[in-house]
Nanobody, 115 residues
Framework: QVQLVESGGGLVQPGGSLRLSCAVS????????MGWYRQAPGKQRELVAN???????DYGDFVKGRFTISRDTAKNTVYLQMNNLKPEDTAVYYC?????????WGQGTQVTVSP
């Protein structure tokens, strides 16, 4: 059974940084596409970043070089380094795993950017 557990969220001031982690149980991590999504109150969930099994990445347009997604296959963990955070980045951030026709979600971690 696949489980995803996020950590690293919290309260940060504008311009600050956070690193989110998502630990994945199960044996399909290395072959899966891993993603970070976010959902702000009253808004739809949106893609923040993907990292494919090849290591290639893509990002939502709003990231604009501020965030970096990475993965550590030895630790079955995907990371999201977020720099120069803005108040509009406030949201619940979710980790996602896609493998063939399966999709799994973590429980989410709150990120709040406020003075």
């Amino acid at each position: 059974q696949v489980q995803l557990v996020e950590s690293g969220g919290g309260l940060v001031q504008p311009g600050g940084s956070l690193r989110l982690s998502c630990a994945v149980s199960g044996s399909i991590f290395s072959a899966a596409t891993m993603g970070w999504y976010r959902q702000a109150p009253g808004k739809q969930r949106e893609l923040v970043a993907n990292i494919f099994s090849s290591g290639s990445t893509d990002y939502g347009d709003f990231v604009k070089g501020r965030f970096t997604i990475s993965r550590d296959t030895a630790k079955n963990t995907v990371y999201l380094q977020m720099n120069n955070l803005k108040p509009e980045d406030t949201a619940v951030y979710y980790c996602n795993l896609k493998y063939r026709f399966y999709s799994y979600w973590g429980q989410g971690t709150q990120v709040t950017v406020s003075p």
